[in-house]
């Protein structure tokens, strides 16, 4: 079989567009991953400021804990009931006992 000019030269140039086409490939593959690369590292970097504001938080919330179970002690509250609001503890006398069907004692 017998090779004419035109024929190499149709093969000359279906070898061109392959290494072109594989070349464009190359390097679109290339742009993904420097971009999937920068991507991850966006992300990791978020991720990173979102755990340390997550612990800032988790510490914020303890410190409102200790706060709110200071603020509600029941000795505190029956120390200021009894020094701004002059209130005291009714004395046993004072009880009414109240039974189920409405009458009292």
Known sequence: MIRTTETRGVLVEKRSLLTAVAAL???????????????????????QMLQKEAYQLDEDWGRLLLEHSTWAAHDRI????????????????????????????
């Open 78 to 105: 029956e120390r200021l009931a009894g020094e701004q609001l002059m209130m005291v503890a009714p004395s046993k006398d004072s009880f009414q006992v109240v039974r189920v069907n409405g009458e009292a004692d």
């Open 25 to 47: 490939v190359l390097v679109i593959s290339a742009v993904s991953v420097i971009y999937s690369s920068h991507l991850s590292r966006q992300l990791f970097n978020e991720w």
